[in-house]
């Protein structure tokens, strides 16, 4: 069974950084694309960032492209997700999840994702 347990969220003021932290138990690390989304309060899920199996291979929504960085600890089965210049807009709850047996390369549909973590809350003040 995966389980994925996110960590590192909190409250930051504008301009200011966080690492969110997913460990990642099951198969190994590399054996899924693990992706990070976000979800503010009255919004949809948003795609945030991948990185997928095996070559590790990275991709970036518009909206983080520049800001956030996603990275891979194989040993640790972590992914993480360093976010830098954060705006009160980036205020949500941020997910990692990993990809599932129909994973069909569509990385920024959630749909895609069968498993998720519990989220953890990140939030930037003015």
């Known amino acids: 069974q995966v389980q994925l347990v996110e960590s590192g969220g909190g409250l930051v003021q504008a301009g200011g950084s966080l690492r969110l932290s997913c460990t990642v138990s099951?198969?190994?690390?590399?054996?899924?694309?693990l992706g990070w989304f976000r979800q503010a309060p009255g919004y949809e899920r948003e795609f945030l960032a991948v990185i997928t199996r095996t070559t590790g291979n990275t991709y970036y929504a518009d909206s983080v492209k520049g800001r956030f960085t996603i990275s891979r600890d194989n040993a640790r089965a972590t992914v993480y997700l360093q976010m830098n210049d954060l705006k009160p807009e980036d205020t949500a709850v941020y997910y990692c999840?990993?990809?599932?047996?129909?994973?069909?390369?569509?990385?920024?549909?959630?749909?895609?994702?069968?498993?998720w973590g519990q989220g953890t809350r990140v939030t930037v003040s003015s």
């Open positions: 099951g198969r190994t690390i590399r054996s899924y694309t």
């Open positions: 999840a990993a990809d599932g047996e129909n994973y069909s390369g569509s990385y920024w549909n959630g749909n895609e994702y069968d498993y």
